[in-house]
């Protein structure tokens, strides 16, 4: 196996960057979601309540500082004065900015395969089934055995695998919910792509890793299981 798709995600429930190395610590890659953004309530918010969130981009500019960057193309740093006021605009709902800290180490990386994206294309031919609907940090490929409609990671879960100088420690599946079903730059609104998953794969769809080493990551990097 191998590392296909590396991708960072700045701020909570917006699309991320894809890159080509980084650097992983026990709660995931760093600056993945470094930050959050808040509703009226000063309570952290999330796509499902505020769709239009699926369609901005962030880009990492620095330690807790993204680029935020709208469906128009316009662009604006995370820290500008005009930050907040500039976001609630594009998404139509008052909301702020905020430093966030990852706490949950089983599930410090969210990994898919190759062979996931390609079977779910498989069975829904008249959806756009795209690596930004479910978020990943790491999509894996040359699965060995993989068949074009199978899900390979669901039966990965206890297992250990290194991967460049990472050693991780695969722990649960991926409860999906209505944020797969949202507008993204590529691609579309669609019901169809959660009413399947639910429907045949108990809702789940991909898995979470915990970090047992930390280390470094790159596109291209073998993955190999140490058990």
């Known amino acids: 196996m191998r590392v296909d798709q590396l991708w960072r995600y700045p701020v909570k429930s917006v699309g ?62 995370s820290d500008a004065p005009d930050a907040a006021s500039r976001l609630s605009a594009a998404i139509q709902a008052k909301v702020t900015l905020a430093e966030h800290q990852p706490d949950q180490p089983d599930t410090a990386l969210h990994i898919l395969t190759a062979t996931t994206l390609h079977s779910l294309a498989s069975a829904l031919p008249d959806s756009a089934v795209d690596v930004s609907r479910f978020r990943p940090n790491l999509v894996l490929d040359n699965v060995p055995g993989d068949h074009p409609t199978a899900h390979p990671e669901h039966g990965w879960i206890g297992r250990r695998m290194v991967i460049g100088t990472l050693r991780l420690r695969f722990t649960k599946g991926c409860d999906r ?14 019901r169809a792509v959660l009413r399947w ?31």
């Open 177 to 190: 919910c209505v944020v797969i079903t949202k507008e993204t730059p590529t691609v579309p609104h669609d």
């Open 197 to 227: 998953v639910a429907r045949e794969l108990g809702n789940t769809l991909g898995v979470y890793a915990a970090v047992e080493e930390p280390g470094e990551v790159r596109i291209g990097d073998t993955a190999r299981w140490l058990d």
């Open 16 to 77: 991320g960057e894809r890159l080509t190395a980084a650097t992983v610590g026990v709660l995931g890659i760093e600056g993945d979601r470094g930050i959050a953004i808040h509703d009226e309530g000063d309570e952290v918010t999330w796509a499902g309540a505020v769709p239009a969130l699926m369609r901005l981009r962030a880009v990492t500019l620095g330690p807790g500082v993204a680029e935020l960057v709208l469906p128009d193309g316009r662009r604006f740093r």
